[in-house]
């Protein structure tokens, strides 16, 4: 299976300072259409896992423009430009183009 | 307003067997492959099994082939999860979500809490 393998896994975090969470696949995510299939999800504290960048740096409907998404082939970033309050909660990264699909290990993003 | 309502969790002793259901509104059901997904009391996210549009194409994590079967309703939007054999690692909250990967909007249920236990 692909292991995808985020840091940090906790990340104590200032309102309005930004903030980094990295991800690597221990194979390329680069599928045969030239696509790169890798997505970063937020699960905010007792709420289902929502989907924030599909393909390493597209945001999905409705995300702010303070969530990026960055990188190519195995290394990739998500970076939160100024913290808000809900952005509290854990934050994953997941590759769908190995089966099965994996998600890293998760990242919790908390207030210092 | 599209949603997807997971149906059937509840606490079954070991060996036993329970069947998930998830009701999908709101976008078009038989457009999309759909997916289970689940995540262990505190644990992190695990795709469980994937369907394709038409439900030919399946597929499942190791650990639970041969054990789970993924199946849907198109005429009914609802996907289904037979669970047998389950096991204690089996137990956490169940998923169902749609499972694209590209610009279409990605929805997941609310959750089905699968408990494993004697």
């Known amino acids: 299976d692909v292991v995808m393998t985020q840091s940090p896994l906790s990340l104590p975090v200032t309102l309005g300072q930004p903030a980094s969470i990295s991800c690597r696949s221990s194979q390329s995510l680069v599928h045969g259409d030239g696509n790169t299939y890798l997505s970063w999800f937020q699960q905010r504290p007792g709420q289902s896992p929502r989907r924030l960048i599909y393909?390493?740096?597209y945001r999905d409907s409705g995300v702010p423009d303070r969530f990026s998404g960055s990188g190519s082939g195995t290394d990739f970033t998500l970076e939160i430009s100024r913290v808000e309050a809900d952005d509290v909660g854990v934050y994953y990264c997941a590759q769908a183009i190995h089966w099965p699909w994996t998600f890293g290990q998760g990242t919790k993003v908390e207030f210092k | 307003e599209v949603q997807l309502v997971e149906s059937g969790g509840d606490l079954v002793q070991p060996g036993g067997s329970l069947r998930l259901s998830c009701a999908a509104s709101g976008f078009t059901f038989s457009s999309y492959w759909m997916r289970w997904v689940r995540q262990a009391p505190g644990k992190g996210l695990e795709s469980v099994a994937n369907?394709?549009?038409?439900?030919?194409?399946?597929y499942y994590v190791a650990s639970v082939k041969g054990r789970f079967t993924i199946s849907r309703d198109n005429a009914k939007n609802s996907l289904y999860l037979q669970m047998n054999s389950l096991r204690a690692e089996d137990t956490a909250v169940y998923y169902c979500?749609?499972?694209?990967?590209?610009?279409?909007?990605?929805?997941w249920g609310q959750g089905t809490l699968v408990t494993v236990s004697s």
């Open positions: 369907i394709g549009v038409d439900g030919g194409d399946k």
């Open positions: 393909k390493v740096s």
């Open positions: 979500a749609t499972a694209n990967r590209g610009s279409s909007p990605q929805y």
